[in-house]
């Protein structure tokens, strides 16, 4: 069985500070990988997706930046977090294109 | 204008009623997705249904594409139904990488 695994759960950063969240999927070779974001009360939007190790496509600027160093794993980075970043963010997984979408449970993300 | 439009934005209902949440959309779509996010954000993928009608226990989803909208219906609703529920679609024509959500419709169940 497939699982995808979100890390940290929360965070709490200063404006300015450095971000790194992390997903990983595991039990499935070759996944489409996607980043959304949440802000509090808003809609869910896409930001990133990746179908390959390497290749990333953003969607959505937000003074972000997206990677995917292994097949099983994409990170979301910024170097100097804003106010607005702040927010619920998600990592999902698909077969491939227009196929059913599975999400991780997530990162709460304040920013101070 | 928002691609996709559900309704209603929210709904309170007494434990055992039936629910319909509809969702509307103004473009051609390849796909049609419905998601339970729980209280805490995370979503649970409810169905993929780009066209007609599927059922999973209590839930049935039904898309209709000629009239650009798709409905999930809850039968018997219990408490642990509470949440928010959120239909996305992705785009026919567009990218097959990106799928656009709905605001969502916040459901809330009582004893």
């Known amino acids: 069985a497939q699982t995808i695994h979100q890390w940290p759960v929360a965070e709490i950063k200063a404006v300015g500070s450095p971000l790194s969240l992390g997903c990983t999927i595991k039990g499935k070779s070759s996944p489409n990988l996607y980043w959304y974001w949440q802000a509090t009360g808003g809609t869910l939007q896409q930001l990133f997706y990746?179908?390959?190790?390497?290749?990333v496509e953003s969607v959505v600027q937000l003074n972000l930046s997206a990677s995917r160093p292994k097949d099983d794993q994409f990170i979301l980075s910024t170097e100097k977090l804003l106010l607005s970043h702040s927010g619920f963010y998600l990592c999902?997984?698909?077969?491939?294109?227009?196929?059913?979408?599975?999400f991780g449970h997530g990162t709460k993300l304040s920013v101070l | 204008g928002q691609q996709v439009q559900q309704s209603p934005a929210s709904l309170v209902l007494q434990e055992g009623e039936n629910a319909e949440l509809q969702c509307n959309f103004s473009?051609?779509?390849?796909?049609m997705q419905w998601f339970y996010q729980r209280p805490g954000g995370s979503l649970v993928s409810l169905f993929y249904n780009p066209s007609g009608t599927k059922h999973s226990g209590r839930l049935t989803s039904t898309t209709v594409i000629k009239e650009r909208r798709s409905s999930l219906h809850i039968s018997s609703s219990q408490t642990t139904d509470s949440g928010t529920y959120l239909c996305?679609?992705?785009?026919?024509?567009?990218?097959?990488?990106?799928?656009?959500f709905g605001k969502g419709t916040l459901l809330t169940v009582t004893p």
């Open positions: 996305a679609l992705e785009r026919s024509g567009g990218s097959n990488y990106k799928l656009t």
């Open positions: 999902a997984w698909s077969l491939g294109g227009n196929e059913r979408l599975f």
């Open positions: 473009t051609s779509l390849n796909s």
């Open positions: 990746s179908i390959t190790v390497g290749q």
